[in-house]
């Protein structure tokens, strides 16, 4: 069975400070998605990496997609209250896994 | 276009009713899928489909049943309710292809009594 495990599962920062956040399974995907889910809302697709090692950015936001395409990272600089959400990473072909999550506050 | 659509908004049950959410998409997809979230555990997969006429099960398929007779409708029935099925439940669709995004509907919160 796939599982995608996020860590932190909460953080709470001031705005202005920078944060990352980590998505990490034992098994091989194809790709991963981070999706930003705000509250009553569905989530929101972010970015899709493919390919080990890739990093894409997103304005204030850097995604990583590990090299042995186990792992990706999402990193924000200068946080802020804008990005407070919840973060999900999701992994496979069509047939998605989500992680557990991240719920991000930022403070003005 | 109004994208995924779900309804109703809120529902709550008791113990043993049934029902049906209904997801309505307007973008052609192939693809369409029911999660529920609970606190903690993420999106979990229930059953999804990749086309009309067909279904297959998610992570989590005890306790409820689809159909896709159109291809752009999804229902989601439960037959006899449980609280161990009070949550939110989302809708999405997407294309084809290997690593499309999946737009998701607004979400259904359910409350079994």
């Known amino acids: 069975t796939q599982l995608l495990e996020q860590s932190p599962q909460f953080l709470s920062i001031q705005e202005g400070e920078n944060l990352t956040v980590y998505c990490n399974s034992s098994s091989v995907f194809s790709s991963l998605q981070w999706y930003r889910q705000e509250p009553g809302e569905g989530p929101v697709l972010l970015v899709t990496v493919v390919t080990g090692g890739e990093v894409k950015k997103l304005k204030r936001l850097t995604f990583q997609f590990g090299d042995a395409r186990k792992d990706s990272s999402l990193h924000i600089t200068a946080a802020q209250p804008g990005d407070t959400g919840l973060y999900l990473c999701?992994?496979?072909?069509?047939?998605?896994?989500f992680g557990t999550g991240t719920r991000l506050k930022v403070l003005a | 276009n109004a994208g995924v659509t779900q309804t109703p908004k809120f529902r709550v049950l008791k113990t043993g009713q049934s029902m049906t959410l209904l997801c309505a998409q307007d973008m052609n997809h192939e693809y369409m899928y029911w999660y529920r979230q609970d606190p903690g555990m993420g999106l979990r997969l229930i059953h999804y489909?990749?086309?009309?006429?067909?279904?297959a099960k998610g992570e989590v398929p005890d306790g409820y049943n689809v159909s896709r007779l159109k291809k752009q409708n999804f229902l989601l029935g439960l037959e006899s309710a449980a609280p161990s099925q009070t949550s939110v439940y989302f809708c999405?669709?997407?294309?084809?292809?290997?690593?499309?995004?999946?737009?998701f509907g607004p979400g259904t919160r359910l409350t079994v009594l």
């Open positions: 999701a992994g496979g072909t069509y047939k998605y896994i």
């Open positions: 999405a669709s997407s294309s084809r292809t290997r690593t499309s995004e999946q737009f």
């Open positions: 489909s990749v086309g009309e006429g067909t279904t």
